[in-house]
């Protein structure tokens, strides 16, 4: 069981938007910690897609944008595209474990 | 373009040791900070390891504190992990990734290699 919930799963039509849920608590999203979204596609190694809960890296499109409320963060990604099918993951400090967790990961179907 | 290359996963038996190496290329490697992160077959990502860019400061997952070593030669850009004591559940794909952020509650991950595989198993 992770630290930090995220859906199972999630799906949208080409051009939707779907947004991913990464519920925590007091000891991590709540507490103010930055939370970083990864992107895994199938048989592949994690990528780098959102840092510092709203910031994306060289290279990754601005339809993809993360948002923190309280204890919960949120990844939305606008004009689905075939491409964007894959698995997604949140990621934040946890002071009560003293090490950094990840959410249980969401797969991404795109219909 | 940075680079991350593991070896060293295989197949060993339970209590066994095995010893992982991750060869950087493509930044300053002194510069930075590493850390290990597995993935369980069919599971989420596990962070296991990190070791400051200098090697002075060592930090480990619950998981896995006392059984496993990170270190880091920074004269040949390597960073490696020690597992000693493997158990079946220690099973996973093996990740060694650059990391970014000042204070640790910043931290992240920002490149990653393909991983190597270790399977525990008698």
């Known amino acids: 069981q992770s630290v930090l919930t995220q859906p199972p799963s999630v799906s949208g039509a080409p051009g939707q938007r779907v947004t991913i849920a990464c519920t925590g608590s007091?000891?991590?999203?709540?507490?103010?910690?930055?939370v970083h979204w990864y992107q895994q596609l199938p048989g592949t190694a994690p990528k780098l897609l959102i840092y510092?809960?709203?910031n994306r890296p060289s290279g990754v499109p601005d339809r993809f944008s993360g948002s923190n409320s309280g204890t919960s963060a949120s990844l939305a990604i606008t004009g689905l595209q075939a491409e964007d099918e894959a698995d997604y993951y949140c990621?934040?400090?946890?002071?009560?474990?003293?090490?950094?967790?990840f959410g249980g990961g969401t797969k991404l179907t795109v219909l | 373009d940075v680079q991350l290359l593991e070896s060293g996963g295989g197949l060993v038996q339970p209590g066994g040791s095995l010893r992982l190496s991750c060869v950087a290329s493509?930044?300053?490697?002194?510069?930075?900070?590493m850390s290990w992160v597995r993935q369980a077959p069919g599971k989420g990502l596990e962070w296991v390891s990190d070791?400051?860019?200098?090697?002075?400061?060592?930090y480990y997952a619950d998981s896995v504190k006392g059984r496993f070593s990170i270190s880091r030669d920074n004269s040949k850009n390597m960073v490696y992990l020690q597992m000693n004591s493997l158990r079946v559940d220690d099973t996973a794909a093996y990740y060694c990734?650059?990391?970014?952020?000042?204070?640790?509650?910043?931290?992240?991950?920002?490149?990653w290699g393909r991983g190597t595989r270790v399977t525990v198993s008698s």
């Open positions: 493509g930044f300053t490697f002194s510069t930075y900070a």
């Open positions: 990621q934040s400090y946890d002071s009560s474990v003293s090490g950094w967790v």
């Open positions: 070791i400051t860019n200098s090697g002075g400061s060592t």
């Open positions: 510092g809960n709203n």
């Open positions: 007091s000891s991590n999203v709540g507490a103010g910690y930055n």
């Open positions: 990734a650059k990391r970014r952020g000042g204070p640790l509650y910043t931290w992240y991950f920002d490149f």
